[in-house]
């Protein structure tokens, strides 16, 4: 799906639409231009994402802070940081399509619902596409796709999906996801 929002593999069937344009009807720059935005920013425009990343105390405790000579993933410490530093950074784009890419696998519980919080309040007027194993992650999505075999299987509200028992049922029933956590929905 990223690939074809991207079009770097062009839809055979259907259509995509962002902003009522079809895709297909764009030039690649201007696509992928409509897909990220990286302008300028303050350093309190920066101060503030790493606040919501919960990267500042980190940064802060940096000699130099923000003008330390790196502030990339190579000067974080654990995989939880360059999440949070990933999510920082799509903070400050803030496009209108965000897309996780098992965004929060190597991450710990604490740090995932940290993540996950600010997705869903920071990103609330976007689109999210999140790729995710994880059920946790994704059940209070507005629609699901479950792929099977590289083909989608299934595709609504998390909540249809789940009365209906099927893939989605069996793989919440896999993941220990008990009945009382799928009528919450």
């Known amino acids: 799906?990223?690939?074809?929002?991207?079009r770097i593999i062009e839809a055979v069937e259907g259509r995509i639409?962002?902003?009522?344009?079809?895709?297909?009807?764009?030039?690649l720059h201007d696509l992928?231009?409509?897909?990220?935005?990286?302008?300028?920013?303050?350093?309190?425009?920066?101060?503030?994402?790493?606040?919501?990343?919960?990267?500042k105390?980190?940064?802060g405790s940096l000699a130099a802070g923000l003008h330390h000579e790196y502030i990339t993933c190579t000067v974080l410490s654990s995989?939880?940081?360059?999440?949070?530093?990933?999510?920082?950074?799509?903070l400050l784009c803030k496009s209108r399509i965000l897309i996780l890419d098992e965004a929060t696998a190597a991450v710990d519980l604490e740090t995932d619902g940290l993540i996950q919080g600010t997705i869903r309040r920071e990103?609330?007027?976007?689109?999210?596409?999140?790729?995710?194993?994880?059920?946790?992650?994704?059940?209070d999505s507005s629609r699901m796709m479950v792929l099977d075999g590289g083909?989608?299987?299934?595709?609504?509200?998390?909540?249809?999906?789940l009365q209906r028992q099927n893939h989605l049922f069996a793989l919440a029933?896999?993941?220990?996801?008990?009945?009382?956590?799928?009528t919450m929905l």
């Open 17 to 27: 639409l962002i902003d009522g344009a079809d895709i297909a009807s764009l030039g």
């Open 57 to 59: 105390d980190y940064v």
């Open 79 to 90: 995989v939880d940081q360059r999440q949070l530093l990933c999510l920082a950074r799509a």
């Open 151 to 161: 083909k989608i299987a299934e595709f609504d509200s998390p909540s249809t999906l």
């Open 32 to 55: 992928r231009s409509r897909l990220t935005i990286i302008p300028q920013f303050s350093d309190e425009k920066i101060w503030k994402v790493l606040e919501l990343a919960q990267l």
């Open 123 to 139: 990103f609330a007027h976007c689109t999210v596409l999140t790729i995710a194993h994880c059920l946790h992650t994704i059940l």
């Open 173 to 182: 029933k896999d993941a220990g996801i008990c009945t009382t956590e799928i």
């Open 1 to 6: 799906m990223t690939n074809c929002l991207f």
